[in-house]
Each structure stands twice: as C-alpha cells, then as structure tokens.
C-alpha cells in the first residue's frame, strides 16, 4: 500500500490557464497526453460516502468505476483517505458505465449495497515540475443519477490538483506553487450543484 499526498487549488478557467502559462514558464512539462475522464460515483442509499466527504470524516472512501475519451475499458477505484494519507486501489471492470441504472449495484463489504449515484466528465492535463505532478481540470460536468430526472450541471470553476508521495513537505510543494489549497471534491460538489444537498 503506498500513500501519497494530495493538494488542490480552485481556480476560474482564465485564472487556471494564467498558472499554466507561469509554471510553463518555470520549467513544467507535459506528463501525459490530455484526455477525458469519465466517473461513474456509487454511494448508498443514504449517501453515507457523500457525507464522509462533506463533514472531513476520517478514515472515508469514494467507490467509482472510470473509463478514458471514448474508450470502452474501464476500471473499478477505491479512493481511501485516512489520517496516514491517500491511497487508490484499481481493478479491471468488465461492465459498460453508460449503461447503468439506479438497479444496477456493487456490494461493499464494509457497507452493503452501492448504488450509482453521480457521473462526472472533466477534461485533464498532466504535467510534472520539480517531481510534482500536476493535473489541470477543466469542463467538469455533473449528471445525477439518484434523481428520477437526470440532472446535467456545468460546474464553473476549475481544479488543480498536486499530488506527491507522503514525505514531501508542505512548505516544498508551496515554494513550488505558491497559491493557497482547498478542499474540492467532485463527487460533493456534483450532488450539491445538481440535488441542492448543503
């Protein structure tokens, strides 16, 4: 198991692309080519994931399935935050996530049943500067799934996240990009835009 961590900086889409251009100009590279990114969220019946998030609880996780651009590979994620740190665990899924419904489920073996709650697409670029590596998310969208009527929203700012192995110090990673980090999770931000959850 290997924990990492993680920081995220809000941004307008004009204010994102004014960094960009910065740490361009420091010495950022390309990583990765670009590419969409594509989540299924599932959750319980009453959003026991989605509270955990929300109120900072720790240890918490987040279970969705993701596929890339167009392509039809997909894979199972565990996003596990505990006080050590971060850490994901992947898996192969053989199951299409467009054609999930609220009958669809996953079982949990901490928590029982898991029902598809929130699609999110975003755009993503991968860059790495001074062993930081760097995504840059635009164009997120979110689509409900708990609701009877499917609930598409644009979400109008933008993330970055830096993420890092565990021992990197704090004071590093703000020496590198000197902006202040806030919390910003997708999955949260996605039902309170399209459910009105507060």
């Given at each position: 198991?290997?924990?990492?961590?993680?920081k995220?900086?809000?941004?307008?889409?004009?204010?994102?692309q004014?960094?960009?251009n910065?740490?361009?100009s420091?010495?950022?590279?390309?990583?990765?080519?670009?590419?969409?990114?594509?989540?299924?969220?599932?959750?319980?019946?009453?959003?026991?994931?989605?509270?955990?998030?929300?109120?900072?609880?720790?240890?918490?996780?987040?279970?969705?399935?993701?596929?890339?651009?167009?392509?039809?590979?997909?894979?199972?994620?565990t996003?596990?935050?505990?006080?050590?740190?971060?850490?994901k665990?992947i898996?192969?899924?053989?199951?299409?996530?467009?054609?999930?419904?609220?009958?669809?489920?996953?079982?949990?073996?901490?928590v029982g049943?898991?029902?598809?709650?929130?699609?999110?697409?975003?755009y993503?670029?991968?860059f790495?500067?001074?062993?930081?590596r760097?995504?840059?998310?635009?164009?997120?969208?979110?689509?409900?799934?708990?609701?009877?009527?499917?609930?598409?929203?644009?979400?109008?700012?933008?993330?970055?996240?830096?993420?890092t192995?565990?021992?990197?110090?704090?004071?590093?990673?703000f020496?590198?990009?000197?902006?202040?980090?806030?919390?910003?999770?997708k999955?949260?931000?996605?039902?309170?835009?399209?459910?009105?959850?507060?």
């Amino acid at each position: 198991m290997s924990f990492r961590k993680e920081k995220k900086i809000k941004l307008t889409l004009s204010d994102q692309q004014i960094l960009k251009n910065f740490l361009l100009s420091r010495g950022m590279k390309n990583l990765y080519p670009a590419r969409q990114v594509n989540s299924c969220y599932f959750d319980t019946n009453d959003l026991k994931f989605f509270y955990d998030s929300d109120e900072g609880v720790l240890p918490r996780k987040k279970v969705r399935i993701r596929h890339y651009n167009s392509e039809n590979i997909f894979t199972k994620e565990t996003k596990i935050t505990s006080e050590e740190g971060r850490f994901k665990k992947i898996s192969p899924f053989n199951k299409d996530i467009s054609k999930f419904n609220y009958s669809f489920t996953l079982n949990d073996l901490s928590v029982g049943l898991l029902y598809p709650s929130l699609i999110v697409s975003y755009y993503r670029e991968y860059f790495l500067l001074e062993n930081l590596r760097i995504t840059f998310d635009s164009l997120i969208r979110y689509r409900n799934l708990f609701s009877h009527i499917p609930w598409t929203e644009r979400d109008p700012e933008c993330v970055i996240e830096i993420k890092t192995d565990i021992n990197i110090d704090d004071d590093f990673i703000f020496n590198v990009i000197n902006m202040p980090t806030s919390r910003f999770s997708k999955y949260c931000r996605g039902l309170q835009m399209t459910q009105g959850i507060f």
